[in-house]
């Protein structure tokens, strides 16, 4: 039993949905799982475990942040055999190719987040999707309209205090901001395990469109169709 999950042995599913929001994970069970059941209810961080077309998957709120997702993703991974982790969230639009709504299914994630570099001693670890979730997710979105596949940027600052340094980070293609996907992927690699983040895009930073905060937790539902299918087909 973890310190921040408190789960017994066999509550969770190898394949895990990771919201940020504790009832965005609610709204997922309560609207996508049958016999969802919670298995944690730590710091009000909901988990649930039921099933999706007859298989089992468990959906467990992290918090906002690295370091928040980072104490679940490893508990996952390290104490109950998570296999797969697939980030289920919402980001910011950084450029005019997107719009409010848009799917961003991540391939990498850039960050300004020390976590990486105190790790490495300095050096940039490149943290990346999982190639069999990512084209999964890929082959699944097959025909909808409004999803990108491409870089995301994992900041450690929801208010940054040089909010001009998202423009250089656009110059070289990243499509939306957010702040979990680059230590849920580094922390994927380190466990040998699949890590994937599939985000719809919940207010534009160049446009200034925004959705409600309750929209955000209950109306995002393509993503969560796609993690779904994404992370069966990989299971």
């Known amino acids: ?139 699944a979105a097959s025909g909808r309209d409004g999803v990108h596949v491409g870089l995301i940027y994992s900041s450690d600052s929801f208010y940054p205090s040089r909010p001009e340094l998202s423009a250089r980070m656009v110059e070289y293609g990243v499509l939306a901001v957010e702040m979990e996907a680059s230590a849920l992927y580094t922390l994927a690699a380190k466990f040998d395990r699949r890590a994937l983040a599939i985000c719809t895009v919940s207010d534009h930073v160049v446009t200034g469109e925004e959705t409600t905060s309750q929209e955000r937790e209950q109306t995002f539902g393509a993503m969560v169709e796609l993690a779904l299918e994404a992370g069966l087909a990989q299971s």
């Not at 049958?34 to 468990?58: K, L, P």
């Open 1 to 139: 039993m973890s310190t921040h999950i408190g789960a017994g042995p066999g509550d969770i599913a190898p394949l895990v949905l990771m919201p940020g929001d504790p009832l965005r994970a609610t709204w997922i069970a309560e609207t996508f799982l049958d016999d969802a059941r919670r298995y944690t209810e730590v710091r009000g961080m909901y988990g649930y475990t039921g099933t999706w077309h007859g298989q089992r998957v468990s959906v467990q709120g992290s918090g906002m942040g690295q370091p928040s997702l980072a104490i679940y993703a490893n508990e996952l991974f390290s104490e109950y055999d998570v296999q797969s982790i697939i980030r289920v969230g919402s980001c910011g639009a950084l450029t005019e190719k997107l719009a409010v709504r848009d799917i961003v299914i991540a391939s990498g994630a850039c960050t300004d987040s020390s976590m990486n570099r105190i790790t490495f001693g300095g050096l940039d670890y490149a943290p990346v999707a999982d190639f069999g979730l990512l084209h999964a997710a890929y082959r």
